[in-house]
């Protein structure tokens, strides 16, 4: 029978990489979380409105570490080894267990573009996905438009398997949303 693994709740997993320490969002993270937050480079692509105020980074952060708490979703921050630096945050936004599914999402700081950060971390959460939390697939939604996400995914082995027109109705307006899958291939 296949089962998820419901132990990695007990405790918060944080992941380490060569150049990255992954671990959960505290509340002196709400500075850094609320400047990416606000940019337009960052939100380009993705149809949510942008914080207004500190006071909502801190509801962010909460609302993240709840979704651990109640076992629906893992979000880590992601800090470069070298000089200890917020650069952006990743992971499960949902878990379907009945499924053995989730759905993967981030951001990165501006500066920190280009230097290959994005992939080292979410080669860490995929890893952690099939191989600890016991996933069959990881799920990316993600705006046809954002062409660095989509070659960031294809990379890693994501292949598209769907393409909604006027999927998200986003300020005024009807926007695409096309889903990008990753299977659990298992040794048989």
């Known amino acids: 029978m296949f089962t998820l693994n419901n132990n990695i709740f007990k405790e918060f997993p944080n992941i380490e990489t060569n150049r990255l320490t992954l671990r959960s969002l505290n509340l002196t993270d709400a500075e850094t979380i609320f400047e990416m937050r606000t940019n337009d480079r960052i939100s380009e692509f993705i149809p949510r ?37 917020l ?9 379907d267990f009945e499924n053995f599914r989730a759905e993967i999402g981030g951001e990165m700081s501006v500066s920190y573009w ?27 939604r993600v705006s046809p438009e954002n062409r660095s996400v989509i070659y960031l995914l294809k990379k890693l082995g994501f292949t598209k398997e769907a393409h909604f027109r006027q ?22």
């Open 49 to 85: 409105h942008k914080l207004q105020k500190i006071e909502d980074a801190i509801s962010l952060i909460k609302k993240t570490n709840n979704l651990f708490q109640s076992k629906q979703g893992i979000g880590w921050a992601g800090f470069t080894k070298e000089g200890n630096h």
């Open 87 to 95: 650069i952006g945050t990743c992971g499960f936004n949902k878990i």
């Open 114 to 140: 280009g230097r290959n950060y994005a992939k080292e971390a979410v080669e860490a959460i995929i890893d952690f996905g099939f191989k600890k939390l016991k996933l069959n697939s990881i799920e990316a």
């Open 167 to 188: 999927y998200v109705y986003f300020n005024n307006d009807f926007l695409d949303l096309a889903i990008f899958t990753l299977h659990n291939e298992k040794e048989t």
